[in-house]
């Protein structure tokens, strides 16, 4: 495998359901994951607090220092606005109720 001098990062916020904000961004090799969203300026332009968010790389959780590979997707997550649990048993009960009429 050749050695990387720069890294193709793609650093993805989906503000909201259907709306999705993807920076490309080029990173010395060694960068982390707070490099990257640093780079892209997404939490800003959101508002976001860099020690609040919850960040991923390829849909799996990793931490603000984690090292980036060359075409890794960084991803910022939105924090949830219903249990998923409640959300079920709301859908169930949503269910119930129409096919009981």
């Not at 961004?25 to 960068?31: D, E, F, I, T």
């Not at 590979?69 to 991803?75: H, I, S, Y």
């Given at each position: 495998m050749a050695h990387v001098e720069r890294l193709c990062i793609d650093v993805v916020y989906c503000p909201q359901p259907g709306h999705t904000d993807a920076t490309?961004?080029?990173?010395?090799?060694?960068?982390t994951?707070?490099?990257?969203?640093s780079a892209s300026g997404l939490l800003q332009r959101y508002g976001l607090d860099p020690g609040a968010v919850q960040v991923g790389i390829w849909s799996r959780l990793q931490t603000l220092q984690t090292t980036l590979?060359?075409?890794?997707?960084?991803?910022v997550y939105r924090p949830l606005q219903v249990d998923p649990k409640e959300a079920r048993r709301q859908r169930y009960k949503r269910h119930r109720q129409a096919v009981s009429r």
């Open positions: 490309a961004v080029q990173l010395p090799a060694g960068a994951v707070a490099d990257a969203l590979r060359d075409r890794d997707r960084v991803e």
